[in-house]
């Protein structure tokens, strides 16, 4: 694991199919320490990630649980995730045991919907640092840059390109991403340019 903002590390899975990094997020909170759509970590994360004690682990959709039973299974945390993608999530093997609701506080993230490649995808929101993190609603790829996924892994294109553009009413900077490279300044920025090709 790297510290990739204060009291934020991330540790990398490389995809081959999609020739980028997923990526899982450990964030230090005093109200409990939270992972965010953890990949394989190897032996010596998962023993950083105990030894640091994880309570709570947050999926943002449908197909990001990943290592979260591994995580769940050494740290005793408990797992969330939306409810409208819950059902897919247990069907792929997630151990689930909360509901992420939107407008929901957990640790210092505000729970934001972010639906179109699934009916329960959620970005977290931490207003007081201006940063977003984000699983699939976009992808940090190429680096420096924005995308969506392909139309054909997306429920629905259309309310994909809304939820990103409804994405810049919030006030963020920094932009963590579950899939390609984190943009850690002018996010917005970023962002903003690719809804401008909508």
């Known amino acids: 694991m790297r510290e990739i903002l204060t009291g934020i590390f991330t540790w990398p899975w490389f995809s081959e199919p999609h ?3 997923f990526n899982g ?9 939270l992972c965010v759509d953890p990949v394989e970590p190897s032996d010596e994360d998962l023993a950083e990630l105990a030894r640091q004690g994880v309570a ?5 959709n449908r197909n990001h649980s990943r290592a979260a039973n591994k995580i769940r299974a050494r740290t005793g945390a408990r797992t ?3 409810r409208a993608d819950a059902a897919h999530a247990r069907k792929e093997g997630a151990e689930l045991d909360d509901e992420l609701k939107v407008g929901d506080k957990v640790g210092p993230f505000v729970v934001v919907g972010a ?3 699934s009916l329960g995808e959620v970005v977290l929101h931490w207003p007081e640092r201006k940063i977003l993190l984000v699983g699939d609603a976009v992808v940090g790829d190429p680096p420096g840059k924005c995308k969506l996924l392909p ?7 259309p309310r994909l390109r809304d939820s990103a553009r409804g994405l810049l009413a919030l006030d963020f900077d920094t932009l963590l991403v579950g899939d390609g490279e ?10 903003r340019e690719l809804v401008q090709t909508f």
């Open 19 to 21: 020739g980028y990094n």
């Open 25 to 33: 997020h450990f964030i230090k909170h005093p109200d409990g320490n």
């Open 56 to 60: 709570r682990i947050l999926i943002t």
């Open 80 to 82: 969330a995730i939306h």
């Open 115 to 117: 639906p179109g490649k």
């Open 151 to 157: 139309d054909k892994v997306v429920d629905d294109p």
């Open 182 to 191: 984190a943009i850690l300044s002018s996010a917005k920025e970023r962002l």
